[in-house]
T-cell receptor, first 112, second 114 residues
Framework: DAKTTQPPSMDCAEGRAANLPCNHS???????VYWYRQIHSQGPQYIIH???NNETNEMASLIITEDRKSSTLILPHATLRDTAVYYC?????????????FGQGTRLTINP | EAQVTQNPRYLITVTGKKLTVTCSQN?????MSWYRQDPGLGLRQIYY???????DKGDVPEGYKVSRKEKRNFPLILESPSPNQTSLYFC?????????????FGDGTRLSIL
């Protein structure tokens, strides 16, 4: 499994953009980068994913470097409800299982 | 509303008393999976199913069984629960097992085995 490295915690002011970095230097060419978040002990919530190109949806933007060894999740206008643990995951195609390996993630705190 | 529904949400039971955690999705998804989440260990995959009647072991299958008789349901069975199975459990589903399909998670089931 390609491993990911994320800072354990980050703070961001409400209304500002939150930029969450992730390193995945061992990613292989056919592996996707996924971002999920988990609020308290609720079920992980899918945010966004990408392979090579930058992606944007109604929740966030995903910027993947050209060499694909790192990525950044951007929450453009963070709100207090965005306080959560954010997981950067490389999707592992083991035997078709599409296993998601959740590391420790980044605990993002949005401050008023 | 598209969702993955788990029941029960909370359960306290005793060692050896068989229990089943149900999981149902209304999105016609082919792929379903069970994870457990423990402090310091993150989420670990227990079992997964790529379609009806097709199931396979994940990373931590010991002590669990699953079945996939219908597309929408994927129950997790603990035949003889033990205290080390006390955990927070999540069911997830995706359209299929392609790497380009995000998984959608249920709200979780917190099991306490005494």
């Amino acid at each position: 499994d390609a491993k990911t490295t994320q800072p354990p915690s980050m703070d961001c002011a409400e209304g500002r953009a939150a930029n969450l970095p992730c390193n995945h230097s061992t990613i292989s060419g056919n592996e996707y980068v996924y971002w999920y978040r988990q609020i308290h002990s609720q079920g992980p919530q899918y945010i966004i994913h990408g392979l090579k190109n930058n992606e944007t949806n109604e929740m966030a933007s995903l910027i993947i470097t050209e060499d694909r060894k790192s990525s950044t999740l951007i929450l453009p206008h963070a709100t207090l409800r965005d306080t959560a643990v954010y997981y950067c995951i490389v999707s592992s195609p083991i035997q078709g299982a599409q296993k998601l390996v959740f590391g420790q993630g980044t605990r993002l705190t949005i401050n008023p | 509303e598209a969702q993955v529904t788990q029941n029960p949400r909370y359960l306290i039971t005793v060692t050896g008393k068989k229990l089943t955690v149900t999981c149902s999705q209304n999105m016609n998804h082919e792929y379903m999976s069970w994870y457990r989440q423990d402090p310091g260990l993150g989420l670990r995959q227990i079992y997964y199913s790529m379609n009806v009647e097709v199931t396979d072991k994940g990373d931590v299958p010991e002590g669990y069984k699953v079945s996939r008789k219908e597309k929408r349901n994927f129950p997790l069975i603990l035949e003889s629960p033990s205290p080390n199975q006390t955990s927070l459990y999540f069911c997830a589903s995706s359209f299929n097992y392609d790497r380009n399909q995000p998984q959608h998670f249920g709200d979780g089931t917190r099991l306490s085995i005494l």
